[in-house]
């Protein structure tokens, strides 16, 4: 049993996705063809992998942002289409590598690509898809676009690098983990929305907003993706309650209550995540812990306050049904039950 955190104001707000979805769905059937186009091969494992996880019911937030941001700051042409995709293979490509690093048997409720086809193949079908990434980067012909996204690319391998240091380690600071999570989750969000005013000329203030939009939501979208762990359900999840405790991750709850814990309770997250020795009455143990010192809600309460970041950052946009939906989908983020 998790631990119970009240989300307030989800209902109202639970069709944000829903709703931003209908607002860029003639161009997200494009993203979706030109995915389709662009995954082909002639080696057959790869789309069939590739297809396994794209095609796995994820709700394709970050290639909307794209679109979002790209109607958003009035842009006419098609290369946010290219633009989007490459995001969306940017994500799978990250995932299909995460699963590996993390030895992760579920993703959104089904079999991780490498427990059906292996590690190797996981890992080099993310690699195709970072080439095929970077191949619809440079035909946009926007070099601010493909610097953007490269670097992105780059952050986001040093957060998993980042994170694979600082695995297991009990000592793992708050900053040094929002440090990690910054670079792992939200450089694609905040690339993802940048890239939607560059290719609309609008490289200045409306990038530098957007860029804080999407940075401040993918934290607060990875620090309530730490919470749920603990107090969301299995179904809705797509994975165990508990998972990353069970394998040895070290994310905001537990630093918290780390820090805030006695001798004896730092002891017990030394064993059980340090030293890897897990027993069964562990996990309700580990749940207690977290309630004691508020852990899961002061995790929530920090994502609230990036989420008010990234609200402030819509600010200097015009009101309008795009800029509503973004708005809404901060809300939907922090205050998601799954």
Request: glycine share 8%; proline share 2%; net charge negative.
């Given at each position: ?51 396994h996880?794209?095609?796995?019911g ?15 700051c ?8 290219k ?18 690093v ?41 070099l ?176 309008g ?18």
């Amino acid at each position: 049993m998790g631990i119970v955190v009240p989300l307030e104001g989800e209902r109202g707000k639970q069709n944000a996705v829903a709703t931003l979805q209908a607002l860029v769905a003639e161009d997200m059937e494009n993203v979706n063809d030109f995915i389709r186009a662009r995954m082909a091969s002639d080696v057959p494992m790869i789309p069939e992998l590739a297809s396994h996880l794209i095609n796995s019911g994820g709700k394709r937030l970050r290639p909307m942002l794209t679109l979002a941001s790209a109607q958003l700051c009035a842009y006419q042409g098609a290369d946010h289409i290219k633009l989007a995709a490459t995001v969306e293979f940017m994500h799978t490509a990250t995932l299909l590598h995460d699963d590996v690093v993390d030895e992760s048997d579920l993703r959104r409720g089904r079999k991780t690509a490498r427990l059906l086809w292996g590690n190797q193949a996981s890992v080099l079908v993310g690699d195709f898809l970072l080439g095929r990434a970077f191949k619809l980067m440079v035909e946009t012909g926007s070099l601010r676009a493909l610097d953007i996204l490269s670097n992105a690319a780059a952050v986001i391998a040093e957060g998993e690098v980042m994170q694979l240091a600082a695995a297991k380690n009990t000592a793992t600071t708050e900053d040094a983990y929002l440090k990690v999570i910054a670079a792992k989750t939200a450089a694609l969000f905040a690339a993802a929305a940048e890239i939607g005013a560059v290719i609309s000329g609008k490289d200045g203030a409306e990038a530098a907003a957007l860029e804080s939009y999407g940075r401040n939501l993918g934290i607060a979208f990875q620090l309530i993706d730490d919470a749920l762990d603990y107090s969301g359900e299995k179904d809705k999840l797509g994975k165990n309650v508990g998972d990353d405790f069970r394998e040895g991750k070290i994310t905001l709850p537990i630093v918290l209550a780390y820090r805030r814990g006695d001798e004896e309770e730092r002891a017990f997250w030394q064993r059980c995540l340090q030293e890897g020795d897990q027993r069964e009455e562990d996990l309700p143990h580990a749940l207690h812990l977290l309630a004691k010192h508020r852990a899961i809600e002061d995790t929530v309460k920090r994502a609230r306050h990036y989420g008010e970041m990234a609200q402030d950052a819509l600010g200097i946009f015009p009101d309008g049904n795009i800029k509503q939906a973004l708005s809404d989908l901060i809300d939907f983020c922090i205050e998601r039950a799954h």
